[in-house]
C-alpha cells in the first residue's frame, strides 16, 4: 500500500496568502486557483519538475497528471527540448529580423496535421481561435460562429456566459450548439440561414466522443450551408495523434488551432488552414510581436522529432489506458462508484453515486487530498494529462496511492465523516 508522505503545505499556505494580496485572483490560470483543488490540504507552488515528477516549495515530490493543464506532453525537462531551447538561447529570443524556425515549424506542422497547409503562429489557445475565427468570418464575409465548448477567455466566445465586461451585443455573434446533436446544428443553421460563418469545436474532449459519422456529417452539413468547419485542437492537438483528433478520427476541419502540446510547454500556438481559406489571413489584422518568438519555435521543432523519432502517442495511449484501468480497479477493490473513462490520452475520473453536488466537492477534495499527501497530483473532472515519461511504475505507484486513499474515502463517507475528515485534512 502506498504510504501516507506528505502532509504539511507550509510555505505554499504562507506565499499564496502573499499572493492573494498582490495577485488578483491569486493566479494566473482560472483552472489553477487553489480553492479548485483541496485548499490547504493540496501543494499550491512548484520548485521544479522532471520527467513525470514535481515538487513543491514545501519539499514534496508527486508523480503529476496536471502537467501544466496540457503542455508537457512529452515530461518536464526533457532533454532535447531543454537543449533547443538553450542553443536557441545562445542565439537570442526574438529579432527584429524573422526567424528562419518560423519556416521550419511551418513545413513540420504542414506534414504533421491533415488540414494544414498554411499556418500562423500565436502565443495561446484563446489568440488562435480569436484568430480563426477572424480568418472564417473574413473569408465567408458572414458573422455568427456556432461554437460548443471553452475557447479562451476573449470576448466573443464568453460573451453568453458573461461574467463582467464583455459588451452585451457580442452575444449575437457566437451561438451554442449540442454536441453529438445535428438537428441542433441544422436548426440553427435554419434560423441564422446564411449568416453562420463556421461551426468550432473540439473533435473530442472528456466525456465528448462523437458518435459514429457524427464530424463527418457535421463537416457535410456546414459545407452545404457555405460554413467553414474549425476544430479546436488546443487540447487534443499532438496529444491524440501526431496529427491530432483529426488524424484519430480521419476527418478534416477547413480551419485548425493548436497550442498546449505544440512545444512541450513553451507558449507557441498556431491557426492552420487549406491555402485556399489561409490565404485570407495575409490581409486580415492579425498580428502579435512575439510571434516568431524563437525559443518556443526550437521547442516546437525539437517536440516534434522527438515525436517522429519515438512511438509517443502509441505510448500515451497505451500508458493512459493502464492507468485507467488501474484506477478502475483500485476503485472496485476499494467499493468506490469512482469511474475513470474517456480517451486514453486525456482520460478523467468521476463519482458516480454522490447524493448532490456537495456531496461531489466532498469526495474530490477527499480523493485529491488524499492523493496528494500518497505523492500523486491530480484534478478534480479535469484530464489526467499522461506523458512520454510516465512509466508504468509511475502508475503502478498511482494506483496504489489512489486504492489507499479510496479505501480511506469509503471509511468516511459509511461513518458519515466526510465532513468532517475534509475539514480535518486541511489542518494536517
Ligand atoms: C479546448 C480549449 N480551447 C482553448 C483554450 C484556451 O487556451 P489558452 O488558455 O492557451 O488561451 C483551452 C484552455 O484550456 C482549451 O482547453
Known amino acids: 500500500m502506498a504510504q501516507k508522505t506528505v502532509v504539511r503545505f507550509t510555505e505554499s499556505l504562507e506565499l499564496f496568502a ?23 490540504a493540496y501543494p499550491i507552488y512548484a520548485s521544479r519538475a522532471n520527467g513525470s515528477r514535481i515538487w513543491d516549495i514545501d519539499g514534496n515530490e508527486y508523480i503529476d497528471y496536471v502537467n501544466g493543464l496540457g503542455p508537457i506532453v512529452l515530461g518536464y525537462s526533457y532533454p532535447e527540448v531543454d537543449a533547443a531551447i538553450a542553443e536557441q538561447l545562445s542565439k537570442g529570443i526574438i529579432y527584429g529580423l524573422l526567424s528562419p524556425l518560423e519556416v521550419e515549424v511551418a513545413d513540420s506542422l504542414i506534414a504533421a496535421v491533415p488540414a494544414a497547409e498554411m499556418v500562423r503562429f500565436l502565443k495561446g489557445g484563446a489568440e488562435a481561435n480569436n484568430a480563426a475565427a477572424r480568418i472564417a468570418r473574413a473569408h465567408t464575409k458572414r458573422e455568427i460562429i456556432l461554437n460548443n465548448g471553452y475557447r479562451g477567455w476573449s470576448d466573443g466566445w464568453n460573451a453568453s456566459r458573461n461574467d463582467g465586461g464583455i459588451p452585451v451585443a457580442l452575444e449575437s455573434y457566437v451561438k451554442q450548439f449540442r454536441y453529438n446533436d445535428l438537428n441542433h446544428l441544422e436548426d440553427l443553421f435554419h434560423t441564422y440561414d446564411g449568416k453562420i460563418a463556421a461551426v468550432i469545436l473540439d473533435a473530442a474532449s472528456l466525456g465528448k466522443e462523437p458518435e459514429p459519422g457524427y464530424l463527418q456529417d457535421l463537416n457535410d452539413l456546414a459545407h452545404r450551408k457555405g460554413a467553414l468547419v474549425i476544430y479546436d485542437e488546443i487540447v487534443t492537438g499532438f496529444r491524440l495523434a501526431m496529427g491530432g483528433a483529426q488524424e484519430f478520427f480521419g476527418v478534416t476541419p477547413d480551419l485548425a488551432t493548436f497550442a498546449k502540446a505544440t512545444a512541450n510547454g513553451m507558449p ?31 521547442a516546437a521543432v525539437a517536440t516534434m522529432k522527438v515525436m517522429r523519432a519515438h512511438n509517443v502517442h502509441a505510448h500515451l495511449h497505451s500508458i493512459g489506458e493502464l492507468l485507467k484501468d488501474g484506477i478502475n480497479g483500485a476503485a472496485r477493490r476499494a467499493g468506490v462508484a469512482l469511474e475513470a473513462y474517456g480517451l486514453a490520452p486525456l482520460s478523467g475520473e468521476r463519482f458516480l453515486d454522490a447524493v448532490d453536488a456537495e456531496e461531489d466537492a466532498l469526495m474530490w477534495h477527499f480523493l485529491l487530498a488524499g492523493c496528494a499527501q500518497r505523492g500523486v497530483l491530480m484534478r478534480r473532472g479535469g484530464c489526467n494529462f499522461v506523458t512520454y515519461s510516465h512509466s508504468e511504475d509511475d502508475v503502478a505507484e498511482t494506483v496504489a496511492a489512489i486504492e489507499d486513499a479510496l479505501h480511506d474515502l469509503r471509511r468516511a463517507r459509511e461513518g458519515g465523516n466526510l465532513a468532517l475528515t475534509v475539514s480535518e485534512l486541511a489542518t494536517g
Open 18 to 40: 502573499r499572493a492573494e494580496e498582490a495577485i488578483a485572483g491569486g493566479s494566473q490560470t482560472s483552472s489553477k486557483r487553489p480553492g479548485g483543488y483541496a485548499y490547504g
Open 268 to 298: 507557441l500556438a498556431a491557426v492552420v488552414g487549406s491555402k485556399e481559406v489561409m490565404r485570407t489571413a495575409a490581409d486580415c489584422m492579425i498580428s502579435i510581436t512575439y510571434g516568431g518568438e524563437a525559443l518556443s519555435l526550437a
